[in-house]
């Protein structure tokens, strides 16, 4: 799910989650997550947008379709039903059991590819952010940059930023609460870190 050669694919993949969420009770769902259940279907947030999912599929509240990436990851999230607490606790995606398979592509596509973007461009960086709701966070890590991000309810991220100095080049990494297991798997949270860091660039594009 990372910059797929094959949309089409997904797209046959996210019409399939449709129809599974067509049998999910969307209300009893808004409910567990705290989302908002409207006579047109329920919104729930996703970083620092709102999008609306009913049987006739994901949009954004003006009626546009998101990217694929997007859509499938409400869709997995609304059907895995996570009910877990978050722990306030961080960890890398490499802590995670059973994310071996996806790391190579989310260090490179994730860690590597959003900190070469943003190398020598802190400022940027922060105005980026904040416009996809980044909030800075304090006392935790004491990098050039630390933002959390709500991703999707009960979903925060933590992005940690070092830019390049005379030393050093420059080197990012997304941080997730120790419970994001039990509301996405791994694909979904890889692919998660993946739309933060083509929210950031495609912002800081003119």
């Excluded at 009626?63 to 059907?79: E, H, K, N």
């Excluded at 940027?124 to 980044?134: I, R």
Aim: proline share 3%.
């Amino acid at each position: 799910m990372f910059e797929s050669e094959k949309p089409v694919a997904y797209e046959q993949v996210f019409e399939q989650l449709l129809a599974d969420i067509g049998r999910v009770d969307l209300a009893a769902r808004a409910v567990e997550l705290g989302c908002r259940m409207t006579a047109a279907g329920l919104r729930i947030p996703f970083f620092n947008r709102e999008y609306l999912v009913n049987g006739s599929g994901v949009t954004d509240v003006q009626g546009a379709v998101p990217a694929f990436t997007d859509r499938i990851v409400v869709c997995y999230y609304l059907l895995h039903n996570g009910r877990a607490e978050t722990t306030g606790e961080w960890v890398s995606y490499r802590d995670f059991k059973d994310s071996a398979f996806f790391m190579s592509s989310f260090e490179k596509n994730v860690h590597q590819r959003t900190a070469e973007f943003f190398s020598g461009k802190l400022a940027l960086l922060g105005q980026c952010s904040a416009a996809l709701g980044g909030e800075a966070v304090t006392g935790v890590l004491n990098s050039d940059l630390c933002h959390r991000y709500q991703a999707l309810p009960r979903v925060p991220l933590l992005l940690s930023f070092y830019d390049q100095d005379e030393d050093f080049p420059a080197s990012l990494t997304v941080f997730f609460d120790r419970s994001g297991s039990d509301f996405l798997d791994m694909e979904c949270l890889a692919v998660l870190g993946w739309i933060l860091s083509e929210k950031l660039i495609q912002l800081a594009k003119p």
